[in-house]
């Protein structure tokens, strides 16, 4: 019902900043949440930050608070994640998804990006 595809993820030395992108289709995406989650080498998946389907609430795991920052362009179909001050372990496949709420659940995301690898070297 929605697709998502990402983009803007590459290779970054530790300390500078990258952005990334999903875009959705146009259909419903006016109507969801939008998450970002991150799967590190030998770790499980994990959540990194949502926000509401208006812009207006936003959640960040701890790891990157004051680091990252999510926004979307409704207008634009798209979300982004700003990456600041990125750190060796925020190496990863960062996925996107989408929600019918701002949460922090994987479970309860209904939509998946394919994921976009980002790596962050010493």
């Known amino acids: 019902q929605v697709q998502l595809v990402e983009s803007g993820g590459g290779l970054v030395q530790a300390g500078g900043s990258l952005r990334i992108s999903c875009a959705a289709s146009e259909r419903t995406f006016g109507d969801y949440a939008m998450g970002w989650f991150r799967r590190a080498p030998g770790k499980e998946r994990e959540f990194v930050a949502t926000i509401s389907w208006n812009g207006a609430v936003t959640y960040y795991t701890d790891s990157v608070k004051g680091r990252f920052s999510i926004s979307r362009d409704n207008a634009k179909n798209t979300v982004y994640l700003q990456m600041n001050s990125l750190k060796p372990e925020d190496t990863a496949v960062y996925y996107c998804?989408?929600?019918?709420?701002?949460?922090?659940?994987?479970?309860?995301?209904?939509?998946w990006g394919q994921g976009t690898q980002v790596s962050v070297s010493s």
């Open positions: 998804a989408a929600a019918r709420g701002p949460y922090e659940v994987e479970k309860l995301y209904d939509y």
